[in-house]
Every structure is written in C-alpha cells, then in structure tokens.
C-alpha cells in the first residue's frame, strides 16, 4: 500500500468524508481538520497506508502544505485594517502580547522542556500563533518545525487546540454580559428610536398583493463555473513562485523561517 497514487487518492478522500462529517450533529464542534487527523491515523494503525516516511510524504510536507497556506492567505486584505479602527488594534495587540506572556507562563509552569520533550518550544510557538492569528498559524508553525511528522504529539496539540478553542469561544460569549454589570455602556434613549403606534381602532393600511409574482433570477446559486482553467493557472503560477522565492530568501538570509517568508 505504498503507491504514492494509491495513498493520495486515500487522503483526498479522508478529507470528502470528513468535510461531510463536520456537518453531522456530533461531529461539526470537532472540526475537518482534527477528523482528517484521526480518520488518517485510524487507517495507518490498520495498515491501510503507510506510517513510515515515504516520498509522497515529503512531497506533501515540502509542496502541498505551504501551498495550501499561501492560497489560504491570499483572501488577508491589509486594506481592511484601516475600518478596524485604533481601539480594535489596540485590542489586539494587547491580547497578543497577553498570549505571548500566558504561554511563556505556560512553558516554566508545566516544565514543557521536560513534560512534552524537545519539541517544546514548536508547540508553544503553534499555541501562540494559533491564539493570535488562527489555526493557518498553527499549522504553518507545526510544518516548519516538523511537528506536523510527529504524529502523537501533532495529535494532541491539535485535539488540545480545538478543545480549548470551543471553551474560549464560550467564554467570549458569556464575558461581555458578565462585564456589562461591571462596566455598563450607555444605552441609547427610549425616544431615539421611532416607533409605530397604533390605537386599539386604528388598522394599518395594507398594500395590495399583486395576482402573479414575477420570478426572480438570482446569480447566488449558479452552477456556472466560478474558477476557470486560467484562474486555476494564475493560482498555480502564483503558489509556485512564491515558494521558489521564499526558499531563496530563506536560504539567503540565514536565520529567517521560510514559513515567516512566504507569509
């Protein structure tokens, strides 16, 4: 089971199912990516593809991967930073700098040197990337510093991620009534919103409904095609060459991630 066609045709596949998946009742608060991770490691365990390093592998680590990132960052418009205001990026910025200093805490609390062993210092950088800015963060951190092939360790990381992600998300939910009663913004005045009064004889007069209604067309649901043969080629030409650059900076400047270049 060692056909590189073979194998890719099984990961495409994992990701069909476990995209149909999310969408089931049970299985959306868990996330495509953590069930492609588990499904993947069920079949490996049961010898359906391989689990030793072969060179579809590292043709999926060294191309796909970094490909997938640059196309995922490709919709990141800088141009929106300027509707998010000052108070929004003050916001952020001081949200980033807490994460930075809660996984620093992390890290000498828990002894990470010795608890998750030498891979430690890749796991704190995912979960601080991955609280600053997402899970491309995550994953771009992880494939840099190999912990993507590290597969137990890779497994947790991520099952650890979208658990603590739900519960922050239901954290975020509750905190702003929770601060309202300590902190309580100003409301606006019964009178400045218009309302329609009517008396108790009083009907509101009601339009006509025309016989027929005209049907509408609508491009919202269109089985035209949306990405064309030369679209696709444009995104290719663009994914190909900002990986040959990236890797030419990265290799030029020393020191320099070549994950951080391709961002």
């Known amino acids: 089971m060692t056909n590189p066609l073979f194998i890719l045709g099984v990961l495409c596949l994992n990701v069909v199912i476990c995209e149909w998946l999310s969408k089931k009742p049970g299985f959306s ?13 069920i079949e490996s365990n049961f010898g359906l ?5 072969v060179p579809v592998y590292d043709g999926i680590f060294s191309y796909l991967a970094p490909i997938a990132l640059f196309l995922l960052l490709l919709s990141v418009n800088l141009k ?21 200093i809660g996984v620093l805490i992390s890290v000498w609390l828990f002894d990470a040197r010795t608890s998750v062993g ?5 796991l704190a950088g995912m979960f601080t990337g991955t609280y600053i800015g997402g899970s491309v963060n995550f994953h771009a951190v992880a494939l840099h510093y190999g912990v993507s092939k590290a597969g137990n360790l890779f497994i947790a990381a ?4 979208n658990i603590m992600t739900t519960l922050w998300m239901m954290a975020s939910i509750a905190l702003p009534r929770l601060l309202q009663g300590w902190f309580p913004r100003k409301k606006a005045m019964a009178g400045s919103i218009p309302q329609l ?8 007069e009601l339009e006509p409904v025309p016989s027929t209604i005209e049907p509408q067309t609508s491009t919202l649901f269109s089985d035209a ?3 064309t043969p030369n679209d696709l080629a444009k995104l290719l030409t663009l994914s190909f060459a900002a ?5 030419q900076i990265a290799a030029f400047v020393p020191g320099l991630p070549f994950v951080l270049v391709l961002t």
């Open 158 to 161: 991520t099952a650890a991620d």
């Open 80 to 100: 929106d930073l300027k509707q998010a205001g000052l108070p929004t990026l003050t916001m952020y910025l001081t949200g980033s700098v807490a994460v930075i």
């Open 243 to 247: 990986l040959w650059a990236s890797k």
């Open 118 to 122: 030498p891979l430690y210092y890749a």
């Open 225 to 227: 095609d949306t990405l």
């Open 29 to 41: 608060h868990i996330g495509t990516a953590l069930l492609v991770i588990v499904l993947t490691a």
């Open 49 to 53: 593809i391989p689990t030793t390093e």
């Open 197 to 204: 009064v009517l008396s108790q004889t009083e009907e509101p």
